[in-house]
């Protein structure tokens, strides 16, 4: 297959490509990118000023579609210039009310959306990250256009699909209650709309659309919908009784909803009530025994609490059962890095997790990175934060990668640079801070090195 791409691939100039059309600036996005001097402020004139994405969004998906493309070991640039030689693009829409751009080489497809800005075409966000697409639905339903609104919808639920899992209330709230090419009434689309912002931590816009909804106007569909839309944006806001109320209201509808479960004593963490989340946790795990949610939740709690000697305990009776997921595993040996040194069991427990993963989760290879850095391995670490920034197609480390560079270079007895890593994670902009954040950690290890 890759000598039939090589053989249709030539040397290609994406800057020369103009951006005077949908599919043109798409592709000119590839050039700037990709441009050897790293200059990005070519690229940021090609975007909406309603995107909330910025260049590494786009990068990454750029790189992972070029990696899927090649599916070979060879130099980015040529890479690049397999893409465009050989990509197929698909254009839909119009200058009214937007575009959708689906870029299709070697089986792989990447959606990107496009919008006409004072006669120019920008670039306004890149699948999977829908939060712009919700708030051009919200702009349409603010203008009376039912159409509009519609075509933004449909596009978003193409992106979005219901989860699939056991549990009836995981998932897209609005995936639940919008379906493509249904007829329908600006009711009903204000309300899938509200539901969109909801999914994509717009919560600020989206709570006064779910604060005006008569629940008793809804059918019970509906109605869970609202409610799971509603703890997604209480969670994001940090309203700690309203989800609560909401968790008891979506326990009530599904008993067995593991996600219900994790609200109410997510809420009951951050109220301090410590005795009400330990009973129900334990009372949870007595009925399942091997419940990982359960033990989150006493995980969190203790961390919440400071008692970061409890964990291992907590932790423990799983590990040694023989019974644990890769996630437990995981949890325990990241966990492990709440208190230096790094027990070696944790080390084992991040090499179950990556075994039994092959190797392909972004999250475990992370981990297990920690954990050898934190336990003076810190070749092995670097080479799998390196495989980690492949993986996921960003050039630059992110706030996780920087933390377990932190790591490495403190391995290595360098902490100057050390410093500098951990001082380039970046304070989260809301939510809780956890302890076992990269941020907190980061700034853990920070004052741990100011105070030798």
Known sequence: ??????????????????????????????????????????????????????NSDFERAQRLMINGLTRQELPFDVGADLLVSNVRVNVEGDDALGYRVQLRAAGDTQSFYVVKEDGSYKLLTVAPMVGPLALMALERIGANDLGGARRWLDWARL????????????????????????????????????????????GERALPLLAGVDPASLSATDRLSLDLALGKVYLELDRWPDLQAVAQRLVAAVP????????????GIQLKQWDTV???SRERLAHLPDDSIAREMLVHRAEARGSFGEIPVIMQPLI???????????????????????????????RMAYDETQGRSV????????VY????????????????????????????AWYGFGLVAEAY????????????????????IQASSVYALSQARLKALTSR
């Open 278 to 280: 330990e009973a129900a």
């Open 373 to 400: 850095a934190a336990s003076g391995k810190p070749r092995e670490a670097r080479d799998l934060l390196l495989k980690g920034m492949e993986q996921v197609g960003i050039a630059e480390p992110d706030d996780s």
């Open 413 to 432: 007895g360098d902490a100057e640079s050390a410093r500098d890593y951990y001082a380039h994670v970046q304070r989260p902009r809301k939510g809780v």
């Open 363 to 370: 999250a475990i290879n992370h981990t297990l990175a920690c």
């Open 256 to 267: 067995t909803s593991a996600l219900a479960f994790r609200y109410r004593q997510w809420a």
């Open 1 to 54: 297959m890759l000598d039939a791409l090589l053989r249709k691939t030539q040397k290609v100039n994406a800057l020369a490509i103009q951006p005077v059309d949908p599919r043109g600036v798409v592709l000119r996005s590839f050039g700037e990118l990709l441009a050897p001097d790293g200059d990005r402020a070519a690229f940021r004139k090609l975007l909406s000023r309603r995107s909330n994405a910025d």
């Open 159 to 202: 992106e979005l699909r219901p989860a699939n899992t056991e549990d009836p209330l995981e998932g897209p709230a609005f995936a639940r209650a919008w379906t493509v090419g249904v007829e329908t009434d600006l009711v009903r689309a204000r309300l899938a709309t509200a539901l969109l912002l909801a999914d994509c931590a717009l």
């Open 320 to 350: 040694d059962s023989g019974r644990a997921t890769a996630s437990d595993y995981n949890q325990y040996a990241w966990t492990s890095l709440l208190k230096q040194p790094v027990p070696e069991q944790a080390v084992e427990a991040a």
